[in-house]
């Protein structure tokens, strides 16, 4: 297979992707931004929300430090680049600890402290089935290929948007928490995004053998997280029927 070919594939492939499985697309992010202040001033359903979203976005980050083929000292300087904008001090800040203060603010009823989301087999333990589920699947496919990371990658921006455009019906105040606000001033996740897939383009270039298992890892993840929406809005429907 010319390498020229190899790339191409990948990209035509990962685009088509993208399409099929734009998160802002899925049933959920319609519910949720239907939802009436009524049914979304539940602190409880906004905790078990903020618990499966929180986890599902650690295990990436746990697990973006095992991604494959990223190994000459340039490449490893890019892929930190990455995991310095979630994991590194930004004015004293991460990710993982902005998101949980916007829900705290909403009014969530915080299930788990920000510190026991370590583990992830026993974070997997506490967590319904397919959340957990979603979590083994990224433990799993992170360090196989790098079609996983480019999918969560390339669709961050789609979803973290469709999740604060749905939520700003009944808390407007939501666009200007950091969580949102600082990802999008400063374009970290499309930036992200261009950055996991240029990688992997340099990878496949030079080693265009492993161009199956990266698109079967892509295929596999957009999938998984079409699984993890669904799971979200039967929690949606749940909280709805009892009230």
Same mark, same amino acid.
């Given at each position: 297979m010319a390498t020229q070919n190899a790339e191409q594939i990948f990209q035509e492939y990962i685009t088509k992707l993208y399409q099929q499985h734009l998160p802002s697309q899925h049933t959920f992010f319609a519910n949720l931004r239907s939802s009436s202040s009524e049914k979304l001033n539940n602190r409880n359903l906004l905790g078990h929300l903020h618990l499966r979203y929180q986890a599902a976005c650690h295990a990436t980050r746990v697990m973006v430090y095992h991604i494959p083929h990223l190994?000459?000292?340039?490449?490893?300087?890019?892929? #930190?680049?990455?995991? =310095?904008?979630?994991?590194?001090?930004? =004015?004293?800040?991460?990710?993982?600890?902005?998101?949980?203060?916007? &829900?705290?603010?909403?009014?969530?009823?915080? #299930?788990?402290?920000?510190e026991e989301f370590g583990s992830l087999n026993t974070l997997q333990n506490i967590l319904d089935p397919i959340t957990a589920k979603f979590i083994l699947l990224v433990q799993n496919l992170y360090p196989k290929s790098l079609g996983p990371w480019c999918v969560i990658e390339m669709f961050a921006d789609d979803w973290m948007r469709a999740i604060m455009n749905s939520l700003s019906k009944c &808390?407007?105040?939501?666009?200007?928490?950091?969580? &949102?606000?600082?990802? &999008?001033?400063?374009?970290?996740?499309?930036?992200?995004?261009?950055?996991? #897939?240029?990688?992997?383009?340099?990878?496949?270039?030079d080693n265009p053998e492993l161009l199956n298992g990266t698109i079967e890892g892509a295929r596999v993840m957009a999938n998984g997280l079409d699984m993890l929406w669904s799971g979200f809005d039967d929690l949606l429907q749940h909280y709805w029927q009892r009230i």
């Open positions: 190994d000459s000292p340039s490449l490893r300087v890019r892929k #930190l680049r990455v995991i =310095n904008d979630d994991d590194g001090l930004m =004015n004293g800040d991460t990710h993982h600890y902005q998101l949980t203060r916007a &829900f705290v603010r909403m009014g969530a009823k915080i #299930l788990i402290d920000d &808390f407007p105040f939501i666009k200007e928490e950091a969580y &949102f606000a600082d990802c &999008f001033s400063e374009g970290i996740e499309t930036r992200h995004a261009h950055e996991a #897939l240029d990688l992997t383009s340099l990878v496949i270039r």
